[in-house]
Every structure is written in structure tokens, then in C-alpha cells.
């Protein structure tokens, strides 16, 4: 819709002073998709040319917070990493369709930091980092899951820049089991989990997203039992971190971020144990 | 900077507005094919192609567009018109109904061809549930919508004289796929003045002041109105054709508010943008009131009344206890009804809030045209509506002005539903432009359709039910509560409707009612698709089943037992209506269609349950529904057939077009009767211009009512042609045989050209016409029966269709492919007020739910296929033996819904939608009873 309060659109490249009534605009897809009557300006990051996706020589991967959905879908289609099934698993937990993927970003995904954001769920299960760039050009990096602090709350301070997310070579190693709940069939994520099986020290990592009102990534130095597990999550996961809204009642949330999770574990110990034997 | 951009071929250099998104900029520059739906991004009418690739334009900045080429969907045709293959596959299938949401369809469907067998292919054209999760239809049900997809053809071009009851595709189709069919708003109006509404943020409030100042002094705003500029008079915003059935409540701004949502003030302005600033910047000084939300808590002592203000003039039953209308009623006695029977079932009954959702929104363009007489200009309000002439006559008793200074017409509709049977934006439109004598625009965001429109009215029924060990009803009574929101706009009307057919079809001793239509601080409900039937339906069927099921009973055999037979009369609690008749009688086939597929999953020849995972549970259940094929109390159509001087027809009819289909079915009928094929006739409707009245494309009269209308008319042409064809040959009439273009006189061929030409040299003009008309009076019933199979996931709440099947009877079905849409849309839209459709309201009555990603509509991968059987009925009444068939196939589908996961899980579910969480938490709680 037209955000008929804006009067200017910036080019990002230029270091301008940060104003009140100033947003980053990435893709454009949340900005434009609700009233936004604060906004007096948007800095576009569509010609700031950054790379969309980079890997290092250590293997680990650099996404840029301007990569679209549709490209970090067809990167991941191709990328040989064992983790690799879980980039399109997440793409598709979108409630949107792939015409919304060729223009929203990785990072506005992020940075709006809600609870079915499945961008959210993909990087914080791959254990990534968030590369943020203050106003006054001072750089500091923060865990996905720690970035993410409720729902649509993050650690941002105004005028700071989501400028990449990496997510680590050991973690795109991992063997990955993905379960995702919704009310509806192709719905929103009324829960979202994602195992991750550390390959080389056979460490297991269970991310419950969408459920919760933030990313709560469990790591198992050794994969947990049925009944160690639950006990995890519901030592860690307080009563109201389930996320009540309309998309699912709380009861449910809990009951499927359980299940879930179970069934993750089930699922890459169960691939553990045979490849054992 | 200097800005480019190609659309379709074509440049356009204009700056676009810093926050100005793609979609708006299309349109601004005539490209209407573009549709607004939901501009969030959510449905994705406005898809658009920017350098190859499908995006949602209401999300597209439209800088980003500079330097690149942007195909819309009148860029798929070639330039010499030639259609794209997407486009004709439309058109075979029919793989539309209103088509406001065809473009984006069209668009997204072009984008998946080409990307088929590319590098990027990842089978999305052999997955459509997740290709078409951006692409909303709220018509179709999505069948027609693949076929189309798949090049399923099921047009034909029947020979002359035989359109009726053949697969005639709609005549605007052409128009709908290349994107310039003309709906409301896809008009250029020069001067255009755009409005925008300030709206209540209090559920209750005087307004004590409204400063007005700095809105005024907002550049381009031309006038701001409040209450204080808006007529005293109180009126109602439902359309029915006798006004005296609405309470008269509503101003056109009001100095009392009485829901979130409400209008204060509207500001009118050069600019949309204008206009929004300078709603920010009013200043309104309320005194808040006490509030109430619950019905049931409005009608006890002490709670605020809502129109209290009001006298016996509004017709409001008692507005002192919020009650907006009640009817109470027995025949014979209950109580003993009750003592004579071996089980009774009572159980308390829910529906939620639901929206229409019609992919255009309200909204109309008014403005002044010269009168044809040359007596200076007269008003024209370009509207979203189902009732242009009660519209006109509402509008003309507002402003006091006379019928033939008003002209209300629409264009081609995006959907209604019922919900444009309501005077939801011609009022204060027309006040602006009265006062300014200026051309102005209001066009809903769809967040407005959703706290400044109407609902489904959500209802509570009590239902009591006894019956003896053998299966006989004994009695039937109902306490029924209708939540008809701060406004009584369709209020008694819904609550009369709803204790009507759902009643009189079983045949009980003993029955009553008392029901209340109950005012509260909420956004008002107002007509929806079935008008409170389908909410009691839920609760007679789902008791119903329940009842057999005690009695250990088959509930269709205890259905078989007890409802009325084609000869019986039809019994409410609340009188008889004495011009309604059973005139054509299908509910048994209807049932034996749902017998025969009990039948054949019990013999496993329906396989649909066998790749059902372990765990889950597979039930099955039905739903059965009656409805009069019109409104009670008259409803109105006039027509005109004319010969044309090129030998083609020309129908002239009021009713609107709004993907219904009644204009293939009025061409039809009209192609019959003359002995034509359907290419020679055009329709002209929903304009006040074209005829003398219409009461509205509403109560499912399209067919019944103004095809009744537009059949006598052509009959009387055919006869008044061949009168005149006789004078014209010398040849004794009844050898004078009308064919496709020409009369056959004794041999001597007479075209119709010749003939009209003749009829003019002869003076005999009025001879070329003939009109016809109906009143709508008597009426039939239709019936109609759902089934489903189900399968349930008691870990997850999880509900699966395996198989859905829906028998209609519809007497002589007009046009199967059209009907077969109608059941097949009737039956999604229900399924998304059963399964997950919710308007919700926090405790101030402030919608929450009020965009699209909020409030879930059935999508593609939502809605099984349909088996839509049709009933071998012919009506007495009906034209050529017709009855309608728009508002009832959704009647019976929540309580099959219900009563096959009953049958699945052992769970009598009373409350809409069952969303996975729910149906999960009272199986869990059952388990856990159980388990106890």
C-alpha cells in the first residue's frame, strides 16, 4: 500500500544522519504492507551491492541481510552441505507465496523479529551471527538467538544496520530434521522445530521457533533421552514464552513444540544409532 | 533524477511519490487490470511482472520500478489482440466468477509456465497449493481455477434455441481475462475529489467537540465533514425492498458513536494522501460511555443502552434492553413434547464473526452528469453494490431529492456475498458532493472492510430436541440470540430468516422459538451468503445427528423419518408464510445422494480413507438445508428485451453482475425464448437508467426473480416479432417461424434486420420491445445436502477431507458449469466459516483480526474437491422450471463438518471455526476424562 507519509526515499550508500521517522527498507514486503504512519523516510539498501551469499574458505556462509527469499532458495537447492534441505524446508514455511520471496529479504525477515519468522528459525537453528552496523559505523555481532528477544522484539538500536548473518561451517554440516505446525494447511508457523546433529562430535542442537515468542535453540552435548528433552524444554521455555495469538492457542503451541521436538530427536537419533551399528 | 519505466510496452516518465507503491502507480496511469484486494501483499490481485519476474505491486516500491519493463495483464494479449494461452485456458474452464482476482491468477500463472523446464524449475505447476499460496479467490472454490490451469475445457456454443441448461460461458469473460472489465473503481473521473473516514477509537462516546482547523488548513483538503454537516434523518444502511423491515438507527454521521470502527468525520481532498493527513490531524473531543459487547449481557437491566435516544419510529423492538428485534412463537405445547419423548437433547450452539471478504471493497465514485433532458445535471454514484435501485431511493429520501436526479449505477462487482446489500459509503459520498459539486471517490482499505463494514451475524442457539425410541420428533425449541452489532441493518431480518426453513423442514408437533436480534458496542453484522440460516442449520443438524445417535439410530434415516414430505405443509413457530410452496420437491434425492456415499465407503469402493496414517480417525457426516428461492414480502424486477436495428437483442435488466452468473443465465434464457444463440443477445444491468426497478441481486433472486422478468419479456418479444413478421409478409402468423437471425415465413426468408427496419417504417417501434416483470411472488423451496468424510489427527487437532460430496436441488439447472460454481464456491466459502474464518474483537469490540494474514480465507491447498450432484427437479414456479441457488449450498456444510468429526472422534463440537488447536484441546480433554 502507498505509505503516504513518506516524503523521501534515501539511497542507503550515502552515510546520512539518522533521523526519527527513518526506516531501512529491504524488501519492502512488511514496510508496504501495513500503515506505517511514523515514516517520514525509507534508506534503501537495494543498491548497496552487497553480495548475497558468500562462502568463506572456512566454509562458513554469509548471507546478506538484502539476499532475497528466492535466492537463498535456489543457493540452497544447489549448495552441497549436509544442511543444506533445510534452507528450502524454511523458505517454504513462509505463509508467503514465491512471488513475496523475489523481493523480501533474509534480513527484513529478521529484524522483524516475529515468532514464525522462518528466517529466524533457519539461522538461529544453524547457530548464525548477526553482523550489526551502528549509525556511528561501529560493528558488533550478536547469536540469531540472542538478536531475537520476543515477539517483534530484537536487539536493534535505532538506526542500527542488520548488515549479514553467517552461519558457521560446522553447522552447515550438521544433519538437520525439520517439523513445522500450522493451523492452517500452508499456513503461518504455529510452531517451527529444527534438530541439528553436530557431525562431528555427534552433539544435538533442537531449535523451537514459532511456538515461542523467540528462537530458544537447545544444545545436547550428547542427544538427550525422550524424558531429558521434554525436561529441557520445559525448564527452558517458561509458561509464557509459549506465544499466545491468534494463529494458535498456547495449550497447542506448547503441545506441538513438544511433539515436535520429539519427533526431531527421534528422527536424527534414530539415523545415529543406525549408522552406529 | 528523471524516472522510466516501460509498462506493456509503453513508457511512463512520471516521478512516482516517495512512498508510493507500484500498484497505486499502475493505476494512476490507467492500468486498471491491476486490482486492489488486499494491498498487504496477502491475495495477490495486484500481481504484476517487473523484468520477467511475479511480484505483488502493492508491495513493490514503485522507485525500484525506474528503468525496468512491467507487464500487467493487459500486457499478455498480443498487440493485435491475439490472447495469451493462459488467458483462453481461462476462458474454456471458466476458471473465474467475479474475477477481481483473475489477473493476479493469470499473472502468476504465466510466471509458472515460464518457469517450467527452466534452471529455477522446482515443480510449483505440479504443486498448485503452494504456487498459488499468494493468490486468493473468494468465489470459485478453486476447482474452476485449476482446470483452468490444467486446459480442462467446459464451454459450449449450444445451436439457436438451445442455451438453456448448456455450459454458456459468461459474456463478460473476455473482458475479465484481458483485464478491462470495468469494476467500480476502474474509472477516470476528471476532478476526482478522494475521501478518507476518521474513525471511532472508543467503543461508546458522545462527541463533545470536533476541531476541524488544522485539518482545513492541510494543503489540497477541500472540506471536512462532521456530524454537524450531515441531514438528522435515521435510516438504516441494509437495502431491502420495504425499508420499514431495518430498524432506522444510522445517521450519516453520527454525534454519538457507538463501535471501534465508527465514522466521525470525513475529509475530503485533492489526494488520498490529503485526505489521510487530514484525518490525523481532527481534533474530536469525546465523553466516553459505558460499553457492552456481549449480547446477552445487553439485554439485562442496567447495561448501556445503545439507542436508548430512540423512539418507536426507529422500530426498534425494545431499545431500552438493546433489543434490535425479537420474535417468540410456539405451536402446540413443547413441554408435553418433551415429556412424550424418550431422549432429549439440549445443547448450546456458537458462531463466530465472519467477513464477506468480496476481493473489491466498498466503495463508490460520485459524480455530476448532464440530464438527458437538458435540464441541468444530475447526480451519478458509481457503486459496489447488489442493489443500485434501493440504493437511488435511499439516497433520494436522504437528500431529499428526486428519482430523476439520481442515477446509481455499477459496474461489474468483485464479489458481495450479502455484504453489498448495504448503503455503506453512497450516503456520506453523496453528501460531499452535494455540497461541494464535485466528483468524489471513497474506496475502502480492506482493513476498513473489516471495522468499518458488516459481518456474519454471529449467533448463540439453544437448541432442545426430543424424540421417541422409534425416531419421531416430538418437539423442537430454540432460544436464539443474534449479535446484530451497534446498528439493526439486517438485524430482525436475519433473526426472522434464520428460524424460518430451519424449522419448518422437520416436521415436529411441537415447536418454538423465541430468538432476539441483540444490540452490542461491536462492529455491526449485517446480509451474509444464507441470511441465518446456515448459523441455526448448525445447530438443528448438528442436534439432529446427535439425537439419532442416542436413539441408535442412522441419523439419515432418522432425517428420513422426520423431515416434511413434498405435499406437507411447512410449520414455523414464528406463522406461516403463506406465498411460500413446496412447488418442486428434491430433499429426497438430495439425502440419497449422501446415502449412496455412506454406501460406497462402507463397501471400501471409496478408497479415500485407505492412505489415511495410523492414529488418525475417520468419520463421516451430513447436513441438510431448506431455503425459499426469494426473500419474503415482494421482491421486484423489471426487463426489457429489444430487437436492435443489426438483428441482435438487447436485455435490459437491474439486477448486478457480481461473478453470480446471472447475465449468462438472463442471455440465456432470452437466447431460448427467441430462438437465438446467445452471441446475438447483450445484457445491460444494475443501472438505474436501464429499467424502471429492481430490487437487488440479492436473497438468490438473480435466477428466479429477474430471470422470471427477462423470460416474459422475451416470450412477449418472440410473439410481438412474429405478429409483426406476419403483417410484414402477408404470411399467416403461425407459419412464421423465428430462427437464430431470421423468420421463416412460408418459406420466404425475412432477417431480423428487415424486420426491424420494417417494424420502423410501420411506426411500430414499441413493437421491436417488450417488457416483463416479476414480483417475486410466490416462492419455492430448495434443499440442499453436504457430506463429508473425514479423517482427524487427535495428536495434532489436524482434520483431513477425504471426500466431500454436495447434492443441490436446484430444479431446471440453467447452466450447469455456472451452478456447479455457485455449490462449489458456496461450499469453500462455508468450509472457512467452519474450519478457520474468525472476526475477532478484543474486549472493547475492536476487530484485531483485520487483514488478510490475520484472517485466514480458504487458499487453494484449504479446499478439497467437491462431487456436486444435481437433483432431477423441475420447479412449478421457477422460470423454465429453475430455482435458485447462491446462498444455500452453504447452509449444510458446518454441521456435516461437525457431525463427521463427531462421528471420527466421539466429540460433539458446538462452537465455529474448529481450528486444529481447538479440535486438539477438547480431544485432549477428553482423553483425559476418559483416562480419569
Redesign the interface.
Do not use: C, Q
Given at each position: 500500500?502507498?505509505?503516504?507519509?513518506?516524503?523521501?526515499?534515501r539511497d542507503g550508500r550515502r552515510h546520512e544522519p539518522w533521523r526519527p521517522g527513518d526506516a531501512w527498507?529491504g524488501?519492502?514486503?512488511y514496510l508496504?504492507?501495513?500503515?506505517q504512519?511514523r515514516?517520514r523516510?525509507?534508506v534503501?539498501l537495494?543498491r548497496m551491492g552487497w553480495e548475497p551469499l558468500t562462502r568463506a574458505e572456512d566454509g562458513s556462509l554469509e548471507i546478506a541481510a538484502t539476499c532475497t527469499i528466492t535466492q537463498l532458495?535456489?543457493y540452497g537447492?544447489t549448495m552441497g552441505v549436509e544442511a543444506a534441505p533445510l534452507f528450502?524446508q524454511c523458505c517454504?514455511a513462509f505463509?508467503?507465496?514465491?512471488?513475496?520471496w523475489?523481493?523480501a529479504t533474509v534480513g527484513g525477515n529478521l529484524c522483524n523479529g516475529l515468532p514464525a519468522g522462518p528466517m529466524i528459525s533457519l539461522t538461529a537453528a544453524l547457530d548464525g551471527v548477526c553482523l550489526l552496523r551502528a549509525q556511528d559505523g561501529s560493528v558488533r555481532r550478536a547469536k540469531v538467538v540472542d538478536f531475537v528477544t520476543g515477539a517483534g522484539r530484537k536487539d536493534l538500536a535505532e538506526g542500527e544496520l542488520l548488515r549479514s548473518v553467517t552461519l558457521p561451517a560446522r553447522a552447515l554440516g550438521s544433519r538437520t530434521a525439520f517439523r513445522q505446525?500450522?493451523?492452517?494447511?500452508?499456513?503461518?508457523s504455529?510452531a517451527l522445530v529444527i534438530g541439528t546433529l553436530d557431525p562431528v562430535d555427534g552433539s544435538l542442537a533442537v531449535t523451537i521457533s514459532a511456538a515461542t515468542v523467540r528462537p530458544f535453540r537447545l544444545w545436547f552435548p550428547l542427544p538427550p533421552d525422550r524424558d531429558e528433552l521434554r525436561r529441557a524444554v520445559e525448564a527452558a521455555v517458561r509458561e509464557e514464552d509459549w506465544f499466545d495469538d491468534?494463529h494458535?492457542?498456547p495449550?497447542?503451541?506448547r503441545?506441538?513444540g513438544l511433539?515436535l521436538a520429539e519427533e526431531v530427536r527421534r528422527e536424527l537419533t534414530h539415523s545415529l544409532e543406525k549408522s552406529a551399528r | 533524477m528523471s524516472f522510466h519505466v516501460r509498462v506493456n510496452d509503453r513508457s511512463h516518465d512520471d516521478e512516482p511519490r516517495a512512498g508510493q507503491c507500484l500498484r497505486t502507480y499502475l493505476r494512476e496511469r490507467g492500468w486498471f487490470g491491476v486490482k486492489k484486494g488486499c494491498d498487504a501483499g496477502d491475495c495477490g490481485a495486484c500481481t504484476v511482472h517487473v523484468d520477467g519476474e511475479p511480484v505483488h505491486s502493492c508491495l513493490y516500491p514503485a522507485v525500484r520500478a525506474e528503468g525496468r519493463a512491467v507487464t500487467t495483464v493487459e500486457g499478455l494479449a498480443s498487440p493485435d489482440g491475439e490472447l495469451h494461452p493462459v488467458q483462453r485456458k481461462f476462458l474454456d474452464a471458466q476458471g473465474y466468477q467475479c474475477g477481481f482476482c483473475t489477473a493476479g491468477f493469470l499473472m502468476t500463472t504465466v510466471a509458472l509456465e515460464a518457469e517450467r523446464g527452466s534452471a529455477h524449475d522446482d515443480g510449483k505447476l505440479d504443486d498448485l497449493p503452494r504456487a498459488f499460496k499468494g493468490n486468493i479467490c473468494r468465489c470459485t472454490g478453486y476447482r474452476a481455477i485449476e482446470d483452468a490451469v490444467q486446459g480442462v475445457r467446459h464451454t459450449e456454443r449450444p445451436c439457436a434455441g438451445k442455451a438453456v441448461g448448456k455450459n454458456v460461458a459468461a459474456p463478460a469473460g473476455p473482458q475479465v481475462v484481458t483485464g478491462t472489465a470495468r469494476y467500480t473503481f476502474d474509472v477516470e473521473v476528471p476532478g476526482l475529489l478522494h475521501m478518507k473516514l476518521l474513525r471511532s477509537p472508543h467503543p461508546h462516546a458522545r462527541i463533545v467537540a470536533v476541531d476541524t482547523a488544522a485539518a482545513l488548513r492541510v494543503p489540497g483538503v477541500h472540506a471536512v465533514l462532521t456530524h454537524e454537516d450531515a441531514p438528522p434523518t435515521l435510516y438504516s444502511s441494509a437495502r431491502h425492498e420495504h425499508p420499514t423491515e431495518d430498524p432506522d438507527d444510522t445517521r450519516v454521521l453520527d454525534s454519538v458513536v457507538r463501535y471501534v470502527g465508527q465514522r466521525v468525520a470525513a475529509v475530503v481532498a485533492d489526494s488520498e494522501q490529503a485526505a489521510e493527513e487530514g484525518c490525523r490531524r481532527i481534533e474530536v473531543t469525546y465523553e466516553q460511555l459505558p460499553y457492552v459487547t456481549d449480547p446477552e449481557a445487553a439485554m439485562l437491566p442496567g447495561a448501556p443502552q445503545l439507542h436508548g435516544d430512540k423512539g418507536p419510529e426507529a422500530r426498534i423492538a425494545r431499545a431500552e434492553n438493546n433489543v434490535a428485534g425479537e420474535v417468540h412463537g410456539e405451536i402446540g405445547d413443547v413441554e408435553t413434547g418433551f415429556a412424550e419423548a424418550d431422549v432429549v437433547y439440549e445443547e448450546t450452539f456458537r458462531t463466530q464473526r465472519v467477513q464477506h471478504a468480496s476481493l473489491e471493497t466498498h466503495g463508490c465514485v460520485a459524480y455530476f452528469e448532464p440530464k438527458e433532458d437538458g435540464t441541468g445535471e444530475r447526480l451519478t454514484v458509481r457503486s459496489s453494490t447488489q442493489t443500485p435501485f434501493l440504493t437511488r431511493r435511499a439516497l433520494c429520501a436522504l437528500y431529499g431529492l428526486p428519482e430523476d436526479e439520481v442515477r446509481v449505477v455499477a459496474g461489474r462487482v468483485g464479489g458481495g456475498f450479502g455484504g453489498k446489500q448495504e448503503m455503506l459509503t453512497e450516503d456520506i459520498v453523496t453528501l460531499a458532493a452535494l455540497k461541494l459539486r464535485r466528483p468524489v471517490k471513497l474506496e475502502y482499505t480492506r482493513a476498513e472492510q473489516f471495522h468499518g463494514a458488516t459481518t456474519r451475524h454471529p449467533f448463540t442457539i439453544g437448541i432442545t430436541v426430543g424424540a421417541r425410541a422409534d425416531g419421531t420428533l416430538t418437539a423442537v425449541r430454540m432460544r436464539v440470540v443474534s449479535n446484530t452489532g451497534a446498528y439493526g441493518n439486517h438485524g430482525p431480518a436475519v433473526m426472522f430468516h434464520s428460524v424460518g426453513e430451519s424449522f419448518a423442514v422437520y416436521r415436529a408437533p411441537n415447536k418454538k422459538v423465541d430468538a432476539y436480534s441483540v444490540y452490542t458496542n461491536a462492529v455491526p453484522a449485517g446480509a451474509f451468503r444464507g441470511y441465518g440460516l446456515g448459523q441455526v442449520t448448525f445447530a438443528v443438524e448438528s442436534a439432529m445427528d446427535e439425537v439419532a445417535r442416542r436413539l441408535g439410530m442412522d441419523p439419515l434415516v432418522f432425517r428420513e423419518k422426520n423431515v416434511i414430505g413434498p405435499g406437507e405443509p411447512m410449520h414455523s413457530p414464528i406463522g406461516e408464510e403463506e406465498d411460500l410452496f413446496i412447488a418442486s420437491y428434491g430433499l429426497d434425492q438430495c439425502l440419497s445422494v449422501a446415502r449412496r456415499a455412506i454406501a460406497e465407503a462402507a463397501s471400501g469402493e471409496d478408497t479415500s480413507a485407505d492412505e489415511v496414517p495410523e492414529g488418525w480417525l475417520v468419520g463421516q457426516g451430513t447436513g441438510m438445508a431448506m431455503i425459499a428461492t426469494g426473500p419474503p414480502g415482494g421482491h421486484y424486477a423489471d426487463a426489457r428485451v429489444s430487437l436492435l436495428p443489426d438483428g441482435t437483442y438487447d436485455v435490459a435488466v437491474g439486477t448486478a453482475e457480481f461473478g453470480n452468473g446471472t447475465t449468462t443465465v438472463h442471455q440465456q434464457i432470452t437466447a431460448g425464448a427467441l430462438g437465438t444463440t446467445e452471441d446475438r443477445v447483450a445484457v445491460r444491468q444494475s443501472d438505474t437508467d436501464v429499467v424502471r426497478h429492481d430490487t437487488g441481486a440479492f436473497g438468490s433472486a438473480g435466477t428466479v426473480v429477474a430471470g422470471k422478468a427477462v423470460l416474459l419479456a422475451a416470450g412477449s418479444l418472440a410473439e410481438r416479432l412474429r405478429t409483426l413478421a406476419a403483417r410484414h409478409t402477408g404470411v399467416a402468423r403461425h407459419l412464421c417461424v423465428l430462427g437464430a437471425e431470421a423468420f421463416d415465413c412460408a418459406g420466404r426468408t425475412v432477417t431480423l434486420k428487415e424486420l426491424y427496419e420494417a417494424g420502423h417504417a410501420r411506426g411500430a417501434a414499441e413493437e421491436l420491445a417488450a417488457d416483463g416483470h416479476w414480483g417475486g411472488s410466490p416462492r419455492s423451496v430448495a434443499f440442499n445436502a453436504q457430506w463429508f468424510r473425514v479423517a482427524v489427527d487427535p495428536a495434532t487437532g489436524e482434520i483431513r477431507i477425504l471426500r466431500s460430496v454436495h447434492a443441490a436441488d436446484a430444479g431446471k439447472v440453467m447452466n450447469p458449469m455456472q451452478c456447479r460454481g455457485q455449490v462449489e464456491g458456496g461450499v469453500a466459502q462455508a468450509l472457512g466459516a467452519t474450519l478457520f474464518e474468525n472476526v475477532r474483537i478484543d474486549e472493547r469490540g475492536k476487530v484485531t483480526t483485520a487483514a488478510f494474514r490475520r484472517y485466514r480465507l480458504p487458499q487453494y491447498a484449504d479446499v478439497p474437491r467437491t462431487e456436486v450432484h444435481f437433483t432431477e427437479t423441475s420447479d412449478a414456479i421457477g422460470p423454465l422450471g429453475a430455482k435458485s441457488m447462491s446462498e444455500s449450498p452453504f447452509n449444510p456444510v458446518a454441521p456435516a463438518l461437525a457431525n463427521a468429526l463427531r462421528d471420527a472422534t466421539g466429540v460433539r463440537f458446538t462452537e465455529l471455526p474448529l481450528t486444529r488447536d481447538r479440535v486438539w484441546l477438547a480431544l485432549e480433554r477428553q482423553a483425559r476424562v476418559l483416562g480419569a
Open positions: 500500500m502507498d505509505l503516504n507519509t513518506v516524503t523521501d526515499v527498507l524488501g519492502g514486503t508496504f504492507s501495513e500503515p504512519p515514516l523516510r525509507l534503501d537495494s532458495s535456489r537447492r528450502e517454504r505463509l508467503a507465496s514465491f512471488k513475496i523475489n523481493m505446525a500450522s493451523l492452517y494447511g500452508l499456513g503461518r504455529g491468534i494458535g492457542l495449550e497447542w503451541r503441545h506441538m511433539r | -
